[in-house]
């Protein structure tokens, strides 16, 4: 795998107290990096999707990444309603739900220090943003009672900070409370709290502001490309803009290893011709270097047929079965995501995605749509001639359409046969619009003559396109 960091050598010194982590990344006590960042912005802004775009993109080159919970939205959710706080009350909580994210923050940088892998923690908000809820007055109160200052808040504590401006900035028709039972907001205000969030961050030394300039999809890639930029990790073009997603068939794999046989050849004695003097046979690695995961999905009953709901866990270090022939699930280290498509708005894809625990995953996994078998793949992540792939293995039990088959698939901006593809791999032909394979027709338990959902799902309208390059 190849991976270009520039300034690793940038170490540090962490000092305690307020914890200040400064220059644009660290050095953990096992080599390792770590990087600090903050997800900020108004409501409806996109945090949670973009979380969890991040997290996918960033475990899928080998790295460990937390993500800190945001400390407001768990101490409102036990019941605690602003309007009914005296001014004093207010003051105290705020003061509290501070020292409280200070601690939950420094036990993940803690753990990210420790770690054998480079590491990333993402903040869900990071300490700045408690003074767009606060009166100047109040906040300077609470800094010299607390002997805190900006500089080490703000500039030292965190290696970069990432703005996504709020819907009610530009996307006004994709503004909703739904995502976030805590959030209330109506537009204006939504947009007041925006920019006071903006503000509240002028000054870090790497501050990115992600508009709604461009549809979700790009704002999303915009922030994965915002962070790897920063860190100096060459995507090649899976990040640009105008990147598409492009599947491929694959026939068959080939074998991790190849026995090559190596032979030596010197001078024979009294003579300019050689002989083999030496053979033995090596092992040549067949992949470049690669992180495989275990995956699962599910798709979930939903209201009706223009929407869509899946849960997902992706695991590594999973145990295989040998006698039964399956995967050990209790075993290995997993994560878990819910993703809900919606009807389109002005043509736009309208999905979210949310890193949710484990209790919630099996609560959702209630509303599993019994219609549809359980996805098992086996997922290869690689990448070869500077271009990012993932290779998907279906694995049983499955329908028999979906038995073997195995898709490649990359983001590019290239068209046609100016995208090089792995030269190991079997590749049959191009899926990209084929709707047989998208992941949602594959997992139909009913067969496909005559289905109702199928015919629906290949009609040629923009929801079966996206449907064939559904993100998984």
């Known amino acids: 795998m190849v991976l270009s960091f520039r300034n690793i050598h940038n170490v540090y010194k962490v000092t305690r107290g307020l914890r200040g982590y400064k220059m644009s990344q660290s050095i953990g006590t096992n080599n390792n990096k770590v990087y600090r960042l903050v997800l900020t912005g108004g409501p409806c802004g996109g945090k949670t999707t973009g979380q969890s775009r991040i997290c996918s993109f960033f475990e899928s080159i080998g790295w460990k990444v937390y993500r800190v919970p945001e400390t407001a939205t768990v101490l409102l959710s036990g019941g605690i309603k602003f309007p009914e706080l005296s001014a004093e009350d207010a003051y105290n909580f705020q003061e509290n739900l501070l020292n409280t994210m200070l601690r939950i923050e420094d036990t993940y940088f803690d753990l990210a220090s420790t770690c054998k892998r480079n590491c990333l923690v993402i903040c869900d908000r990071g300490v700045m943003d408690a003074t767009a809820y606060l009166p100047p007055e109040s906040w300077e109160k609470m800094r010299n009672k607390n002997d805190w200052n900006n500089v080490e808040l703000r500039d030292n504590r965190y290696n970069q900070v990432i703005h996504l401006v709020s819907a009610a900035k530009g996307a006004e028709e994709f503004y909703s409370c739904e995502s976030n039972q805590q959030r209330s907001e109506g537009l204006d205000l939504a947009r007041h709290l925006d920019d006071k969030a903006s503000q509240a961050w002028v000054g870090h030394p790497y501050y990115d502001v992600i508009d709604n300039t461009t549809d979700f999809e790009g704002k999303c890639v915009r922030t994965v490309a915002a962070v790897c930029n920063r860190l100096g990790i060459d995507a090649g073009d899976r990040l640009s803009l105008d990147a598409k997603k492009r599947k491929f068939l694959v026939a068959k794999l080939p074998p991790d290893l190849l026995d090559v046989c190596i032979t030596s050849d010197q001078p024979a004695e009294g003579s300019n011709k050689l002989k083999t003097t030496n053979s033995e046979v090596c092992h040549i690695n067949v992949y470049p270097q690669f992180q495989d995961f275990i995956v699962l999905h599910d798709y979930l009953v939903t209201p009706n047929s223009k929407m869509q709901a899946r849960v997902r866990r992706r695991g590594q270090n999973v145990e295989w079965d040998v006698e039964r022939g399956v995967w050990k699930l209790e075993t290995g280290n997993w994560t878990y995501t819910h993703t809900l498509r919606k009807p389109r708005v002005d043509h736009q894809k309208v999905e979210t995605k949310m890193n949710i625990s484990k209790r919630e995953y099996q609560l959702l996994l209630a509303q599993r749509d019994l ?55 079997d590749i049959t032909r191009e899926i990209t619009v084929d709707t047989q394979y998208s992941m949602f027709n594959l997992s139909l338990k009913e067969d496909w003559t005559g289905s109702k959902k199928l015919l629906q799902s290949l009609s040629k309208d923009e929801d079966s396109k996206d449907e064939a390059l559904e993100t998984s």
């Open 371 to 425: 219609k549809h078998f359980t996805i098992y793949k086996k997922r290869r992540c690689f990448l070869w001639n500077n271009q990012y792939f993932q290779m998907d293995i279906y694995q049983d039990p499955c329908h028999p359409r979906a038995k073997g088959i195995i898709i490649l698939e990359t983001y590019t901006t290239l068209h046609d046969d100016k995208l090089k593809l792995p030269d190991f791999l």
